[in-house]
């Protein structure tokens, strides 16, 4: 059974940094994304970034380029999303999320981790 924990999310005023951690169990397979997700109230959810995790390939949506870094911890089954330079229209629940690489759909899904920025 797969299992996505994220973490790290909190209030932070605009212009600072946060980091969002997601801890991953039960993954019996190999060669899959990683990615970040948000939702705002309101909107739809908005992919944020991904990273193949065999190789660290690394996917950006074009609101958070430049701002945001997705990284991978191989050891630790753990996926970061370093947030810099954040602005009060990131306000979202984030969601961690993994597909198969030749899948179109993410089908395992976190609870999420609010992250509120204010201005």
């Known amino acids: 059974q797969v299992q996505l924990v994220e973490s790290g999310g909190r209030l932070v005023q605009a212009g600072n940094s946060l980091t969002l951690s997601c801890v991953a169990s039960?993954?019996?397979?190999?060669?899959?994304?990683m990615g970040w997700f948000r939702q705002a109230p309101g909107k739809e959810r908005e992919f944020v970034s991904s990273?193949?995790?065999?190789?660290?390939?690394?996917y950006y949506g074009d609101s958070v380029k430049g701002r945001f870094t997705i990284s991978r911890d191989v050891d630790k089954n753990t996926v970061y999303l370093q947030m810099n330079s954040l602005k009060p229209e990131d306000t979202a629940v984030y969601y961690c999320?993994?597909?198969?690489?030749?899948?179109?759909?993410?089908?395992?899904w976190g609870q999420g981790t609010q992250v509120t920025v204010s201005s």
């Open positions: 039960g993954l019996t397979f190999t060669n899959y994304y």
């Open positions: 990273i193949v995790w065999s190789d660290g390939t690394m």
């Open positions: 999320a993994v597909r198969r690489r030749y899948e179109s759909e993410y089908k395992y």
